[in-house]
């Protein structure tokens, strides 16, 4: 075992990478183009074809009246949250601690609409009606994020979300969905997007996620939302005079992947499986609820990543490349499931497997 490599490069010389769709190269962006007549007309300035048939195609996909295209999911929900603020008067927004806008931001919510967050649940499992309930303030916008990306994509049971979907209506607090991995959800829920939608005042997806394009966002909302929300998007420098690359690459990717989320879904339920068979690893949630998951372990981020470099150069199969240090000690990492997964030879996978959980173990004895 060569235990000088690092994980990342281990990973990259994998032969069999688990997760994901594929290398974010250049091909992604041709290979969307390829079919792709080149006196097709650019978008200028939010107008035009391009733009506005996906944005009416995405408006009708998720059910709501009207759509924008953002480059990015970090100026549109910033936006929507501003949008709903201002509609109430209220400064205060309330989600959950690890909420995307919290910690991986730089406080752009605050710092540039000066909006108030009111932390809901902690950051064992994702916001309930019980939380809504014992909101102490009065919120303007509550956003939820299915699934909760940084808890391993854990989601609240249907029935939960309808609750705290009448909940907001009936105090009329508005309700936004970041819905970054929302196509990944559905298998679980066996519902549509437009009937999860339903649910929500507004909502963002992204198109670079599941779905695999290059970057980009969609707002959706009534019409008199996503009018406003053209002129925030101007504000925040976000209408480029051409958004098309990142328009017909995620339209391409789009219409490939979303028949392909179950198969995800099912297979990131599989891999699980094996995670968990390690006697010294445990997925969250124990049992995937999408396409992704967190692997948990009490052993050290040096120890898991010089035990997954040595069995990824020995198997050829590629687990993960980063691990991250957990507060409380330990490590964890996250999965997400693509393309990637079902190309792999389950023979080797297994293999693999079994000789992580004794190298694991060999570690611990140590
Ligand atoms: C849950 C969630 N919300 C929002 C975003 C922001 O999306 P973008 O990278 O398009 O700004 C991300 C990106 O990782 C995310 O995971």
């Given at each position: 075992m060569n235990n000088t490599i690092s994980l990342i490069d281990a990973f990259k010389q994998a032969k069999y990478p688990l997760p994901g769709h594929g290398k974010r190269n250049v091909q992604v962006l041709k290979t969307a183009f390829e079919?792709?007549?080149?006196?097709m007309e650019s978008d200028m300035y939010g107008a035009g074809e391009v733009i506005e048939g996906y944005q009416h195609k995405m408006a009708k996909l998720l059910g709501k009246e009207s759509a924008v295209f953002f480059p990015s999911g970090t100026m549109a929900q910033q936006i929507a949250l501003r949008i709903w603020s201002d509609v109430k008067g209220n400064k205060k927004v309330a989600y959950h601690p690890t909420c995307h806008l919290e910690i991986h931001e730089k406080d752009g919510l605050k710092e540039l609409h000066h909006l108030e967050p009111i932390l809901l649940a902690d950051e064992s499992r994702p916001v309930l009606l019980k939380d809504l309930e014992g909101l102490q303030e009065e919120a303007a916008c509550v956003l939820l994020e299915l699934p909760q990306r940084e808890i391993g994509g854990q989601l609240p049971a249907f029935e939960e979300l309808e609750a705290m979907s009448a909940f907001c209506r009936e105090r009329g607090i508005k309700l936004h969905l970041d819905g970054a991995r929302l196509f990944e959800v559905l298998p679980y829920y066996g519902k549509s997007a437009e009937e999860v939608c339903a649910l929500f005042d507004s909502v963002y997806i992204s198109v670079y996620k599941g779905i695999g394009g290059i970057a980009g966002a969609v707002l959706a909302g009534d019409r008199d939302f996503t009018e406003q929300s053209k002129v925030w998007k101007r504000r925040h420098g976000g209408d480029l005079i051409s958004l098309y690359p990142y328009i017909v690459a995620a339209d391409y990717y789009m219409e490939r992947r979303l028949p392909l989320m179950e198969k995800y879904y099912h297979e990131a339920k599989e891999l699980a499986v094996l995670y968990n068979g390690c006697e010294l690893l445990r997925t969250v949630p124990a049992v995937p609820v999408s396409n992704m998951f967190h692997v948990h372990s009490e052993r050290s981020k040096e120890q898991l990543e010089q035990i997954f470099a040595g069995v990824t150069l020995e198997t050829g199969v590629g687990f993960t490349q980063s691990v991250r240090e957990k507060k409380d000690g330990g490590a964890y990492f996250e999965i997400s499931l693509g393309d990637r997964y079902g190309e792999a030879p389950r023979p080797i996978v297994a293999e693999a497997f079994r000789l992580l959980d004794q190298r694991l173990k060999a570690a611990e004895a140590v």
């Open positions: 079919q792709v007549d080149g006196e």
